[in-house]
């Protein structure tokens, strides 16, 4: 049976003009859709004079002779299963550059038909974008997925030796979310990464930004369960972060979904008060509605576990 491979992350890359949709696999594999593809190097499914066992946007009789072992062997489509449940196919993203330079050298040795030329001014457009920023880079970049590579070999160690019900206690926000607060005040320089202590006013961004289009009665709850205490040294601290308090049915999904939103807007904006100017305007209805849901009032939906 023929794998199928799950999707973790996706996102759209820019080269040049495109604008394609890029896939990151549990595998760790890096593609393009196909039909991103066939855009990207600007063919139609359906080309003629093509050799049968090649995708038309590389088989014409005259480009085949340059396909060497290497560039043959990501040809294959490689299947997965879309966020619809559908499953599609896509190809391996360094595809793209390869396939490129295969038009550049059968144009260079005068190899390509007028219809053609098309192609090659495409793809030195493609070579030239990437020159800087490999494309494998920019995938991993436009989906967020540079934020997990460092940890999957941890994330293995962890799950040899803590139990599944510790492993919630991980960390549940995206390194990406903190980068994008010290770029939106200014203070990238102090951006470390590896470094998971953040300071107080950090805390109260995310009160206001993360949890802040929460029910009012849900953030009451999470501050009664996670009172604030005095340390030895009289400093004060709340016990747990507020999203380990979280059900898995309803509090952590509407946490993922606001979280991947709220990025996209802190992306898109210049700095924190163009941030807050968007966020208001991206979440005007959420902030509208901030009394808590009918469902949830009325009891029949439990806002924790152990009230079920």
């Known amino acids: 049976m023929e794998k199928v491979e799950e999707l973790t992350h996706t996102g759209y890359i820019e080269i040049g003009d495109l604008t394609l949709y890029a896939l990151v696999t549990k595998s760790g594999k890096r593609l393009i859709t196909a039909t991103d593809v066939f855009k990207a190097v600007g063919r139609s499914r359906r080309g003629k004079a093509r050799i049968e066992g090649y995708p038309a946007f590389i088989g014409a009789r005259n480009i085949v002779q340059f396909i060497d072992d290497d560039l043959k062997s990501r040809l294959t489509p490689v299947k997965y299963r879309a966020k619809n449940g559908r499953i599609a196919e896509a190809y391996d993203a360094t595809l793209i550059p390869r396939v490129a330079d295969l038009y550049i050298e059968a144009h260079d040795k005068g190899a390509l038909t007028k219809p053609q030329e098309a192609v090659y001014r495409r793809s030195m457009i493609i070579v030239r974008s990437l020159a800087k920023l490999g494309i494998t880079a920019l995938i991993d970049e436009a989906t967020g997925y540079q934020y997990d590579r460092e940890s999957k070999a941890l994330q293995k160690l962890l799950s040899a030796y ?114 807050d100017k968007n966020f208001k305007k991206m979440f005007a209805k959420e902030l509208e509605r901030k009394s808590i849901q009918d469902d949830i009032k009325n009891g029949l939906i439990p806002l924790f576990d152990d009230e079920a």
């Not at 549940?172 to 990238?188: A, H, Q, T, V």
């Not at 009012?216 to 709340?238: F, H």
């Not at 709220?262 to 904006?269: F, H, K, P, T, W």
């Open 162 to 275: 803590i139990s599944e019900d510790l492993m919630k206690w991980q960390m549940r926000f995206p390194k990406e979310f903190y980068e994008e607060i010290y770029r939106l005040y200014g203070i990238s320089d102090k951006f470390d990464p590896n470094n998971v202590k953040r300071p107080q006013w950090i805390g109260n961004f995310t009160l206001k930004y993360v949890y802040g289009v929460f029910p009012e009665k849900v953030i009451d709850e999470l501050r009664k369960r996670n009172p604030v205490k005095e340390s030895a040294r009289s400093t004060m601290y709340r016990g747990h972060k507020y999203f380990q308090y979280l059900t898995e049915s309803i509090g952590i999904p509407q946490l993922d979904k606001h979280l991947n939103q709220l990025i996209m807007v802190m992306r898109m904006s210049s700095d924190h008060i163009d941030f």
